[in-house]
Nanobody, 123 residues
Framework: QVQLVESGGGLVQAGGSLRLSCAASGRTFSNYAMGWFRQAPGKEREFVAAINWGGGITSYADSVKGRFTISRDNAKNTVYLQMYSLRPEDTAVYYC????????????????WGQGTQVTVSS
């Protein structure tokens, strides 16, 4: 199995930035596509961004495109989500997830999940 631990969340004012990290252990990290999802109270978990095993292909939700950047460092077994121009509607628990090879945007297709990190954006 793959174990995932998110970090980097916190409280930030609208327009600010945060960088989330997800440290992976267990299986060979470089063979997995990685995704970021988020969930606010009373809402369904939604796709945010994903990156393939080699780091050369990325996908973003329309709501974050141009503001968020996903990246990975396979040598460090870590995936990142750099967030700029944060808005109150970005407030949620952010989760990282892993699956073999292919990028998908459906949460049920990911095999491993972290515990989440809270991001709160004040107006």
């Amino acid at each position: 199995q793959v174990q995932l631990v998110e970090s980097g969340g916190g409280l930030v004012q609208a327009g600010g930035s945060l960088r989330l990290s997800c440290a992976a252990s267990g299986r060979t990290f470089s063979n997995y596509a990685m995704g970021w999802f988020r969930q606010a109270p009373g809402k369904e978990r939604e796709f945010v961004a994903a990156i393939n095993w080699g780091g050369g292909i990325t996908s973003y939700a329309d709501s974050v495109k141009g503001r968020f950047t996903i990246s990975r460092d396979n040598a460090k077994n870590t995936v990142y989500l750099q967030m700029y121009s944060l808005r109150p509607e970005d407030t949620a628990v952010y989760y990282c997830a892993a699956r073999p090879y292919r990028i998908v945007v459906v949460s049920s297709q990911y095999d491993y999940w972290g515990q989440g990190t809270q991001v709160t954006v004040s107006s």
